[in-house]
């Protein structure tokens, strides 16, 4: 594990760079939560036990969801795969990590297991200009969905900045990512996240139907390094995107490739670059369907 973990950092490709912002609310939260109980067997921590939140009932809570107004195309029927239990991905190690974002001390569960289960810098920066911008992109009631959301930190933000989230990955990650969405948002999040097996590329038209899938806004970060699905990305990115719906892209570039696919991208949407942090290499883009 030590390996993959070298590898990650040696590629720059698990380097937080982007500080979140820490409010004095967030200090004095993380100054009270109780220092997480290491088992000694290589990270996994005995907290996550402790929250009262087993893993059974991780999937209840989307169902008693409430929110959305009747008729709402998106909350029409809930597809089975949105009512699906995730088994809690099964990694040999975890460990917990603290983030603070609107104000809240946001907790997470993480493995450097695998790509989709750790905070990415990109997520960071997305997360910061949610919150700093909350009003201005109206996010309180927005159709949100997130494509590869990982260990869900954006969806979380997102959610408890009031929007109607759907956080959505590959399906070995979908359990570690809906435990971090439901331990985060169970309190004080006016709509509770949905979870959703999204694979780029495959079947779009079939799992997301445009005419009945509408968003105000995609939500995506880091989903550009070094994979051979760019082609299939861009294509979900594009088939998400209808009139209207503003994709928000962050992303740390790290190789050429990432600056190939943003020359791609910039030939299907028009783009704004809304943030930069040049210490980090994290960009922020605004694309809108061309
Ligand atoms: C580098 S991680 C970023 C995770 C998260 N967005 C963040 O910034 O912390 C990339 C994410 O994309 C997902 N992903 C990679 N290939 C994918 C594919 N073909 N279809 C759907 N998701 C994919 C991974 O599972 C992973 O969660």
Same mark, same amino acid.
């Given at each position: 594990?030590?390996?993959?973990?070298?590898?990650?950092?040696?590629?720059?490709?698990?380097?937080?760079?982007?500080?979140?912002? *820490?409010?004095?609310?967030?200090?004095?939260?993380?100054?009270?939560?109780?220092?997480?109980?290491?088992?000694?067997?290589?990270?996994?921590?005995?907290?996550?036990?402790?929250?009262?939140?087993?893993?059974?009932?991780?999937?209840?809570?989307?169902?008693?969801?409430?929110g959305g107004p009747?008729g709402d195309v998106n909350r029409?029927?809930?597809?089975?795969?949105?009512?699906?239990?995730?088994?809690? *991905?099964?990694?040999?190690?975890?460990?917990?990590?603290?983030?603070?974002?609107?104000?809240?001390?946001?907790?997470?569960?993480?493995?450097?297991?695998?790509?989709?289960?750790?905070?990415?810098?990109?997520?960071?920066?997305l997360?910061?200009y949610l919150?700093?911008h909350t009003e201005e992109l109206k996010l309180r009631d927005a159709k949100i969905l997130e494509i590869?959301a990982?260990?869900?930190?954006v969806s979380?933000v997102a959610s408890i900045l009031g929007a109607r989230v759907t956080a959505t990955?590959?399906?070995?990650?979908?359990?570690?990512?809906?435990?971090?969405?439901?331990?985060?948002?169970?309190?004080?999040a006016a709509h509770?996240p949905e979870?959703?097996?999204?694979?780029?590329?495959?079947?779009?038209?079939?799992?997301l139907?445009r005419a009945a899938f509408y968003y105000d806004y995609v939500l995506a970060?880091?989903?550009?390094?070094? %994979? %051979?699905?760019?082609?299939?990305? !861009?294509?979900t990115m594009a088939h998400l995107a209808q009139p209207g719906t503003v994709l928000l892209w962050?992303?740390?570039?790290?190789?050429?490739?990432?600056?190939?696919? !943003?020359?791609?991208?910039?030939?299907?949407f028009h783009?704004t !670059?809304l943030?930069? %942090?040049?210490?980090?290499?994290?960009?922020l883009f605004k694309g809108v369907r061309?």
């Amino acid at each position: 594990m030590r390996d993959l973990k070298d590898t990650l950092k040696s590629q720059s490709l698990l380097l937080p760079e982007v500080e979140p912002l *820490t409010s004095w609310s967030c200090k004095r939260a993380l100054e009270e939560e109780e220092a997480p109980v290491m088992d000694g067997s290589g990270g996994q921590t005995t907290s996550s036990k402790d929250d009262g939140l087993e893993a059974k009932e991780v999937g209840a809570f989307q169902e008693s969801d409430s929110g959305g107004p009747p008729g709402d195309v998106n909350r029409a029927e809930p597809s089975p795969q949105s009512l699906q239990q995730f088994v809690p *991905t099964d990694y040999a190690s975890y460990t917990q990590e603290h983030y603070c974002f609107a104000g809240r001390q946001i907790v997470m569960q993480e493995s450097i297991e695998s790509f989709g289960a750790v905070v990415w810098p990109a997520a960071m920066a997305l997360c910061q200009y949610l919150e700093e911008h909350t009003e201005e992109l109206k996010l309180r009631d927005a159709k949100i969905l997130e494509i590869g959301a990982g260990p869900g930190l954006v969806s979380i933000v997102a959610s408890i900045l009031g929007a109607r989230v759907t956080a959505t990955d590959l399906p070995d990650v979908l359990g570690n990512l809906q435990y971090n969405l439901a331990r985060n948002t169970r309190a004080g999040a006016a709509h509770a996240p949905e979870v959703r097996e999204l694979v780029w590329g495959d079947q779009l038209e079939r799992q997301l139907p445009r005419a009945a899938f509408y968003y105000d806004y995609v939500l995506a970060s880091d989903v550009v390094y070094h %994979h %051979h699905a760019l082609d299939t990305l !861009l294509a979900t990115m594009a088939h998400l995107a209808q009139p209207g719906t503003v994709l928000l892209w962050a992303n740390k570039f790290r190789f050429s490739t990432d600056y190939e696919f !943003l020359d791609r991208f910039r030939q299907v949407f028009h783009t704004t !670059l809304l943030a930069e %942090h040049p210490e980090s290499t994290v960009k922020l883009f605004k694309g809108v369907r061309k």
